[in-house]
């Protein structure tokens, strides 16, 4: 299955919110223009691309209509959403107050975790972490409750103050490690609470762009 381009996937996008909301899939108009495509053509491109690309399939209908497309089987296995809870290390105080800003989709047999599992998603701040190839802007998704092994990245809770750090031992005491020589070791003081477990990274198209 080919990648999509980014505004593939944005339409992509478009149609998989509709059908979490429990709405139809959006016509070919709505795609245009929830998208500000130049056209309704240009979003029909787009639609067949992503047929031909393997991620849409027809479901009946009269061809060309976005109405007779539905998500192609690989595509329909994706989570309906996990949920976005703002940003690291500038949020995230606590996990059961966090207010979700949006939902990020991914494969769900790529994260290779159990189907119980509570994941949800960060969005990264900062650059203490791009020895990991973890970049500013891009989007972290953690395993909630997961125990951490030496070496793995980790959403923390260190002495009140959220990170998101290399997670370490050092005779037997966690500390938190920068990815970065510009920033110290984190050891805690009083407290240090592993929120998440990083089990996928998500390059955000506008920081492929940089």
């Known amino acids: 299955m080919n990648t999509p381009t980014p505004r593939q996937q944005q339409v992509l ?9 429990a709405q139809p899939v959006p016509s070919v108009r709505e795609i245009a223009q929830q998208l500000n495509l130049k056209s309704s053509s240009s979003a029909q491109g ?13 479901s009946g209908g009269p061809d060309g209509a976005a109405r007779s497309l539905r998500l192609a089987g690989e595509t329909a296995k994706r989570v309906p959403g ?48 791009i020895g990991k190839h973890i970049m500013d802007g891009d989007i972290v998704i953690m395993e909630q409750n997961a125990d951490p092994k030496p070496g793995d990245v980790v959403a923390a809770l260190i002495d009140g103050q959220s990170t998101l750090k ?12 920068a990815e970065n020589p510009r920033y110290p070791n984190l050891i805690p003081l009083n407290e240090l609470m592993i929120q998440g477990v990083m089990r996928m990274l998500v390059r955000t198209p506008a920081r492929k762009k940089g």
Do not use: C, N
């Open 46 to 58: 787009h639609l067949e691309a992503l047929r031909r690309k393997g991620w849409l399939e027809r």
């Open 166 to 177: 290399t997670y370490l031992l050092e005779r037997g005491h966690p500390f938190l490690r």
């Open 13 to 21: 996008d478009f149609i998989r919110q509709r059908l979490d909301a």
């Open 82 to 129: 996990i949920p976005l809870l703002g940003a690291i290390p500038a949020g995230l105080a606590d996990l059961r107050t966090q207010e979700q800003e949006g939902l990020v989709h991914v494969d769900v047999e790529s994260l290779k975790i159990p189907r119980s599992s509570r994941i949800f998603a960060l969005k990264v701040t900062g650059d203490s972490m």
